[in-house]
């Protein structure tokens, strides 16, 4: 019987264009040119493993251009995907397998597979603005590379280094772009974003002016592109160590930030951070769970368990009854982060800093504490003394400004309410195109069964512990 396994391989043809679009590589068969073939990693980093296949196989330094959605032709057979880059330069020893061809000279009889020769021709008249398709953003265009590297010359050179000309692309498309480049000191990236992460960089350009401890540090900022210029980071990635003493490290910071942002809330929402106070979140509570109500009605497989339309009532009820006493508590409202996974945080010396703050939120702080904890969890498992500790490191921050008591009431509330504002916070619920997606709404069911769960530990909490 065949194998239907999906294989850890994934194939991309490669349109690598010379500076100006002039040349091709091409690799010459008996019937005809063929563009390279390139096997990557699967469900990896396509730019960073497509620059190396090429390096490596091919004997070619390249840049992507289109990350392979931007890439696919709509009329491509098979779902084949073509990925466009530019070259630089040949390595050391370039393969033998491959040659620069004149675009001018080709034409569609030239090539073994027809479809690459159309590929090429609407691939380049995209790079050269030539394309009735408009490519949205700056990072398709052919030549956009050498001018980040001119402009990036520009901001080192005051501080007596430069570029070595090692660098590595780590994700490519239209609109987003993150390079890591050596220089002759500390290592640069730079990072620019599009939609729906463009809030992204005016967050991260008031935060460098904010809290600049507890953010990498800002070389500068380049509005055009949505993108800005920052130091390498030294230290642990949390993601990459189960030390706790490193966990604990991070939470304590993450307090530090937090704090520090108390009464900037106005200016973090307005650079673009998501509104997620007590006031705000009390109003989605119901539109939220009448769209989950209409999910689960659609649920055609059980298990898992639908929620009827009185339980999710109820579950309302005790979401708005949380949000109500945890404002009565008198937590501060700060800045936090719904995507505070261990990746985007950098431990050293007793210090973290965190990364990518497209999610960052103005609300509550014990929501990113809450992802911290979860994630914590993972990684050590059901620990409850080395969770404690952890949840001392972050409680220990807050003493000067919420009691003991009230605190540890509001971590009880957490779980439940920060698993409603990660879902509330996205727009998808309400979006009734997206809501078609069976993947998305399976995501949200998940999501409201978890609060569901979360709030049924809270009442037996409660019954076996009366005041």
């Given at each position: 019987?065949?194998?239907?396994?999906?294989?850890?391989?994934?194939?991309?043809?490669a349109?690598?264009?010379?500076?100006?679009?002039n040349?091709?590589?091409?690799a010459?068969?008996?019937?005809?040119?063929l563009?390279?073939?390139?096997?990557?990693?699967?469900?990896?980093r396509?730019?960073?493993?497509?620059?190396?296949?090429?390096?490596?196989?091919?004997?070619?330094?390249?840049?992507?251009?289109?990350?392979?959605?931007?890439?696919?032709?709509?009329?491509?057979?098979?779902?084949?995907?073509?990925?466009?880059?530019?070259?630089?330069?040949?390595v050391?020893?370039?393969?033998?397998?491959?040659?620069?061809?004149?675009?001018?000279?080709l034409?569609?009889?030239a090539?073994?597979?027809?479809?690459?020769?159309?590929?090429m021709q609407?691939?380049?008249?995209?790079?050269?603005g030539?394309?009735?398709?408009?490519?949205?953003?700056?990072?398709?265009?052919?030549g956009?590379?050498?001018?980040?590297?001119?402009?990036?010359e520009?901001?080192?050179?005051?501080?007596r280094?430069?570029?070595?000309?090692?660098?590595?692309?780590?994700?490519?498309?239209?609109?987003?772009?993150?390079?890591?480049?050596?220089?002759?000191?500390?290592?640069?990236?730079?990072?620019?974003?599009?939609?729906p992460?463009?809030?992204?960089?005016?967050?991260?350009?008031?935060?460098a002016?904010?809290?600049?401890r507890?953010?990498?540090?800002?070389?500068t900022?380049?509005?055009?592109?949505?993108g800005?210029?920052?130091?390498?980071?030294?230290?642990?990635?949390?993601?990459?160590?189960?030390?706790?003493?490193?966990?604990?490290t991070?939470?304590?910071?993450?307090?530090?930030?937090?704090?520090?942002?108390?009464?900037?809330?106005?200016v973090?929402?307005?650079s673009?951070?998501?509104?997620l106070?007590?006031?705000v979140?009390?109003?989605?509570?119901?539109?939220?769970?009448?769209?989950?109500?209409?999910?689960?009605?659609?649920?055609t497989?059980?298990?898992?368990?639908?929620l009827?339309?009185?339980?999710?009532?109820?579950?309302g009820?005790?979401?708005?009854?949380?949000?109500?006493?945890?404002?009565?508590?008198?937590?501060?409202?700060?800045?936090?982060?719904?995507?505070l996974?261990?990746?985007?945080?950098?431990?050293?010396?007793?210090?973290?800093?965190?990364?990518?703050?497209?999610?960052?939120?103005?609300g509550?702080?014990?929501?990113?504490?809450q992802?911290?904890?979860e994630?914590?969890?993972?990684?050590?498992?059901?620990?409850?003394?080395a969770?404690?500790?952890?949840t001392?490191?972050?409680?220990?921050?807050?003493?000067?400004?919420?009691?003991?008591e009230?605190?540890?009431?509001?971590?009880?509330f957490?779980?439940m309410?920060?698993?409603?504002?990660?879902?509330?916070?996205?727009d998808v619920?309400?979006?009734q195109?997206r809501?078609q997606?069976?993947?998305?709404?399976?995501?949200?069911?998940?999501?409201?069964?978890?609060?569901?769960?979360?709030?049924n530990?809270?009442?037996?909490?409660?019954?076996?512990?009366?005041?």
């Open positions: 019987m065949e194998s239907t396994q999906q294989s850890d391989r994934e194939t991309h043809r349109i690598v264009l010379g500076q100006g679009g040349q091709l590589l091409l010459r068969t008996g019937d005809g040119f563009l390279p073939l390139i096997e990557i990693p699967r469900c990896q396509i730019a960073e493993n497509l620059t190396a296949a090429i390096r490596n196989e091919w004997g070619h330094e390249v840049v992507c251009l289109f990350s392979s959605d931007a890439a696919v032709p709509a009329w491509s057979p098979n779902g084949r995907n073509y990925q466009v880059m530019e070259s630089f330069e040949p050391a020893r370039p393969s033998p397998r491959a040659e620069w061809v004149r675009v001018a000279s034409s569609e009889v090539f073994a597979d027809p479809a690459d020769y159309m590929a609407r691939s380049l008249a995209e790079c050269m030539r394309s009735g398709v408009v490519t949205q953003g700056p990072f398709a265009t052919l956009w590379f050498r001018e980040l590297q001119g402009w990036i520009e901001v080192i050179g005051p501080l280094f430069h570029l070595t000309g090692s660098f590595t692309q780590l994700n490519a498309s239209p609109s987003f772009s993150l390079v890591r480049f050596e220089t002759s000191g500390p290592a640069v990236w730079f990072k620019a974003v599009g939609q992460n463009l809030r992204e960089f005016p967050i991260t350009v008031a935060l002016r904010l809290v600049p507890y953010i990498p540090a800002i070389l900022a380049r509005p055009e592109w949505n800005w210029l920052a130091l390498e980071v030294e230290g642990t990635n949390l993601g990459e160590t189960q030390d706790a003493q490193h966990w604990n991070a939470a304590s910071a993450l307090a530090k930030l937090q704090i520090e942002s108390i009464g900037r809330s106005e973090l929402i307005d673009g951070a998501r509104d106070r007590a006031s979140l009390l109003k989605l509570v119901r539109p939220f769970l009448d769209a989950m109500g209409q999910l689960m009605e659609e649920q497989q059980v298990p898992p368990p639908v009827s339309r009185s339980e999710l009532m109820l579950l009820e005790q979401i708005e009854e949380a949000l109500s006493l945890s404002a009565d508590l008198r937590i501060p409202e700060a800045l936090g982060h719904l995507d996974n261990p990746g985007n945080v950098i431990v050293s010396e007793g210090h973290s800093i965190f990364l990518d703050w497209a999610e960052a939120y103005v509550n702080p014990l929501f990113s504490f992802y911290l904890v994630h914590f969890r993972r990684v050590a498992g059901v620990d409850t003394a969770q404690s500790v952890l001392g490191a972050y409680a220990e921050e807050w003493q000067s400004l919420v009691s003991p009230s605190l540890e009431e509001a971590v009880g957490a779980p309410l920060a698993v409603f504002a990660y879902a509330a916070a996205t619920w309400g979006d195109d809501l997606d069976p993947k998305v709404g399976g995501y949200l069911r998940s999501l409201t069964r978890r609060m569901h769960r979360e709030a530990r809270l009442k037996n909490r409660s019954a076996l512990c009366p005041n």
